[in-house]
């Protein structure tokens, strides 16, 4: 699936649905479906008032269940607010091996609303060394944003 196609289909699945935890799992599903050569595609949440990261919605095997900010990929990519895309998650120091058979991985900070706070990352790991370049960074940004945009201002405060 073209991420245009995957776009669309996030923000017609989204359209005036106010239930976050819904659009996350459906959003997870999404990812899992339209992207090939994927062995994980999910969310870590934000604790609200601490440097930690929860596990979220997703797809793929069970993962570990908190992250601290600073700590392997996604912890990088919440506590320096940048997308992480790792050729080779071998050479990430600190990466954390949640699946033995992930080679590469792309982080993408989500944040609430139009550009608000940090509430969590989206991260996709792959099988496949060099997965993830630059149509995937700016197709997944844009995911994440109209995905950041319909979440209610307490998230994610009532779900954690
Ligand atoms: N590899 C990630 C941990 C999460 S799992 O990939 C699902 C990391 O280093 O942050």
């Known amino acids: 699936m073209t991420y245009d196609t995957m776009n669309e289909t996030r923000r017609s699945l ?9 659009n996350l799992a459906n959003a997870a599903a999404l990812l899992w479906e339209g992207l090939d050569r994927l062995n994980w595609a999910g969310f870590y949440l934000t604790v609200p008032g601490k440097d930690l990261l929860v596990l979220g919605p997703f797809q793929g095997k069970t993962a570990c269940i908190e992250i601290p900010y600073g ?8 506590a320096e607010q940048l997308t992480q895309v790792v050729s080779d998650v071998h050479l990430f120091p600190g990466h954390i091996a949640c699946d033995s058979a992930s080679a590469s ?31 995937d960074r700016q197709g997944l940004e844009t995911f994440a944003a109209i995905l950041g945009e319909s979440l209610p201002d307490d998230f994610p405060a009532r779900l954690l």
Do not use: M, Q, Y
């Not at 989204?14 to 935890?21: K, M, N, Q, S, V």
């Open 71 to 78: 700590r392997g990929v996604c912890g990088t990519a919440a």
């Open 14 to 22: 989204i359209l005036g649905i106010p239930h976050p935890l819904a």
């Open 105 to 135: 991985e792309i982080v993408i900070p989500l944040r609430r609303g139009k550009g608000g706070p940090v509430v969590g990352v989206l991260d996709l790991d792959s099988p496949e060394k060099n997965r993830f370049g630059e149509e």
